[in-house]
């Protein structure tokens, strides 16, 4: 009996595959407890739609969540990783990168331009919790702590200055300088 209940609810996981209704398909696997390798065949078959549509994200999630394969989840996710660094997501792709586990020259490349990109723009507190999140090396952290300190103490935030001074262990000299502005 409990092979029957099996095969209707691969049968009713399949259809839901075959429909792109994969969030219901994942609900059908958890409500029957069907193991992965019963339905490898129709995630398969999702997965390859998938890429050909250029969805591969999506391929990419279908690869993880059913354990398809470390090659093919990775093949999906470094496309996806590329399409997002096209796009100037720089920083999506870098955590992107991190969570699929792709190669840490990818996810120091993206994090990188995220961090330049950030800079270019006057972002320079997200670039440096940019740094901070994807060890990007101390010196990249100190530009922009250094220029984080700047903007606080042009705009007369003297204490926020100090605290950036402090967390970055800038110069002593620029910490004086804050410290002054407050006393």
Sequence with gaps: MADNTQAEGARQFNAKMNQGAYTEAARIKSDFGLPNEMLS????????????????????????????GR?????????????????????????????????????????????????SFGLVKNAAQIAEDFELPQELKQVAATKSYEQHMQAGFYRKALKIAQKYDLPDELKAAAEKKIS
Excluded: C, I, T, W
């Design 41 to 68: 065949d129709a995630v398969k078959k999702a997965y390859d739609a998938n890429m050909r549509k250029g969805d591969y994200s999506l391929a990419a999630e279908l690869a993880r969540q059913y354990d398809l």
């Design 71 to 119: 090659d093919l989840r990775l093949e999906a996710a470094q496309r996806s990783f590329h399409r997002k660094v096209d796009s100037e997501f720089f920083r999506a792709a870098a955590d992107y990168a991190k969570e699929f586990g792709l190669p840490l020259d990818m996810v120091r490349e993206a994090a990188l331009q995220a961090f330049y990109k950030s800079m």
